[in-house]
């Protein structure tokens, strides 16, 4: 079954304005209307680190969950963030970001990697308890711009300690758009027979010359959950290309079209989200 993870949250968190808690709701509201799987909406983090994402907790409540199918995602960052958001009845999903980046994540979360294996740990007890799901994202998980050692077997190594967590949800996250098809190939041709208890899902940035090869790469060896962005607005701030956004919903929804794989989308309110992006996202 295919899975589509719209995420505005991703789009906003670098916009160069602030965007008001009325818009966000506004948006969200039309997103929640078309038919994803699930809305990465916000996040639960320090407001000095992303000022963009402060008002997570108070556009939650005027979401209007009442008619949408779509499940809701939020990123927390370190435990502190992740009780804060397990309070929330309308989350269904907590995102963390684990890269097998040092720097990164020293630069992401000030934690090492050691420190943030025991977040999860904590992050998925706290899951567990509140009756939520923890997606980890897998971060610079297709290479790193800071010399870290990177290879396909260190990804293996640590979404294998995830299992170990009995994490059912991993996302491998291109985090600075270096992900190439044979690498993409190889991790998810080992990743999805080894583990057929585990959903694998991609977060691609992609500039918009190579987001094809790319989830051409991943479809192939069968990743069936995709996150996007309309607009392919956003990406991570580190990636100095300007071109180098998150993966286009339009793009994949075109690529799902082409490999006849069905969408359950509302084309109208699909239009309405992407009418409104444009008055969100104006320069």
């Known amino acids: 079954m295919l899975k589509l993870i719209e995420c ?6 670098g916009w160069h304005r602030i965007i008001s808690t009325e818009e966000k709701v506004e948006y969200l509201n039309a997103l929640l209307k078309v038919g994803f ?18 008002d997570t907790a108070k556009v939650l409540p005027q979401l209007d969950l009442s008619g949408s199918k779509s499940k809701l995602l939020a990123i927390v960052a370190n435990v502190r963030g992740a009780e804060e958001a397990v309070i929330f009845d309308e989350i269904n999903y907590l995102g963390f970001p684990f890269s097998v980046s040092e720097t990164f994540q ?40 800071y010399g870290d050692a990177y290879s396909p077997e260190i990804v293996l190594r640590w979404v294998e300690e995830m299992v170990k967590m009995e994490i059912t ?15 993409i190939n190889n991790l998810f041709n080992h990743l999805i027979p080894a583990y057929p208890q585990v959903e694998f899902g991609a977060h691609f940035h992609a500039a918009p010359n ?12 069968g990743c069936r959950r995709f996150d996007s962005a309309l607009k392919g607005i956003g990406g991570c701030p580190m990636a100095k ?36 992006a444009d008055i969100v996202f104006k320069n």
């Open 8 to 13: 505005p949250r991703d789009a906003m968190q």
């Open 37 to 54: 799987d699930t809305i990465d909406f916000g996040s639960f983090v320090s407001p000095k680190a992303i000022p963009q994402m402060a």
């Open 106 to 145: 020293l630069r992401n979360t000030n934690k090492t990697i050691a420190e943030s294996l025991e977040q999860v740990q904590t992050i998925q007890e706290l899951c567990i308890k509140n009756k939520k799901e923890l997606v980890v994202y897998i971060s610079m998980g297709f290479g790193n711009p």
């Open 169 to 183: 949800t991993i996302s491998l996250a291109d985090t600075v758009g270096v992900a190439d098809p044979v690498t």
């Open 210 to 221: 190579n987001w094809q090869e790319k989830v051409l790469a991943a479809w192939e060896h």
């Open 241 to 276: 290309d300007e071109l180098v956004g998150n993966l286009a919903t339009e793009n994949l929804i075109a690529f799902c079209e082409q490999h006849q794989a069905p969408l359950q989308l509302d084309p109208s309110a699909l239009h309405k989200a992407q009418a409104l």
